[in-house]
Each structure stands twice: as C-alpha cells, then as structure tokens.
C-alpha cells in the first residue's frame, strides 16, 4: 500500500472492503482477500485497524458518509430534490460499486458489528424519512397524487433508486457511461401522478 497519512490508509481498506462485499458478497471477505486487494500483507492492515471489526465499522462509516451526499439540499422544490436524489444515488453507484445496494442488504447488515449496523440502519431510515417527507410536500404543494399516502408513494420511489444503482453499478463495473436518466424520471413522475417536466432534466446541480 503506498505510503499516505493514517486516514487515507483507513479509507483505502473500508473502501476495498466495500468493494469486494460489493462485487462478491460479504462472505468472501477474508483477511487474506482483503490484503489482496490492497495488494499488502494481512498484517499490515493491523497496523491501521486493532481488530476485523473495527475495519467493519469503518466501511459501514464510510457507506454512510457516501450516502448522506447523495441527499439535495432543502431549499429546492421537492420535486426538483427528488430527481436530484435519484441521479445522485445512480452517480454513487456507478463510481463507488455497489454500495447503495450493500446497505439493503440484510446479510451485509448481519455480518456488521453492532456500531457498523447501527450506522447502515441509520442511512435506510434517513433514504425512508427524506422520501416520505419530500413526497408529503410535493402532495401538499399538488405536484404528486393524493389518493394514496406519501408511504406508499415511496416505495415506487425507493424502488426506482434501487434499479438505478443496480444498473448502474453493473455499467460502471463493465465500463459504460451512466445510463441517461430521463427516461426513467418521467416514468417515475407519471407514476406519482404528477405532470410531466416542462423542460428536460439534466444531471446538472445533483450532488455526486
């Protein structure tokens, strides 16, 4: 591992963690393939981290901190915070693997020491609340249905965010460029009844 300061050394191991669990499930997380990865010995990755745990913390840390930059901010109309939300989440997955999906994982959050999977619990619940929350204004604005609860709208949501960093978790590992989300936007509009964009949506101003 080339030489850096102790945070970024840290970093490089949560994120290889991430990276494998991603790309070959958390059960082929060993030291020996970890080091590998890193291309070190596995004692070397104990001269950064005092235990197998502690590097499991640090990933779900690190998994964290990437998704909380993928939330807009505030003071955009929810709709435009939405959009925003699904293109940055798709950007996440293309460039950091497959960690949007690693956070829904259950067996991901089962092989975590409790202070990691309280962390990845905590990004699920925050991905739910800034859904639910962003679609209760859109509906009290009139921009989305209202014969169903903003619960229910959000899985429709949640579940096109799902699909988008699938896809494009598997382009950016086959080297393809992003897929073009507006498509997808408005077929997401169309199902939270709301009308459709005035205007084309570009990536432009999402958060990566």
Known sequence: MPRKQEGG????IADAILKIAGREGIGALTMERL???????SGALFRHFPTRASMLNEAARLAATRLEATFPPASLPPL???RQFLVARS????????????????QFGKALPPKGSRAVREAVLRTRDFVVGTLREAAARGEVRQD????ELAL?????VFARSLFAAFDGA????????????????RLLGAPPPSKPLSDEGAKP
């Open 174 to 189: 086959e080297g393809k460029p992003p897929q073009e989300p507006q498509a997808r936007w408005n077929s997401l509009l």
């Open 156 to 160: 429709s949501v949640i579940g096109t």
């Open 9 to 12: 050394r840290k970093s490089d």
């Open 80 to 82: 435009e915070r939405l």
């Open 35 to 41: 080091a590998r990865e890193l291309g070190v010995t």
């Open 91 to 106: 950007r996440l997955a293309a460039e950091h693997g497959a960690i949007p999906q690693l956070v829904f994982s259950e």
């Open 148 to 151: 169903l609860p903003a619960q």
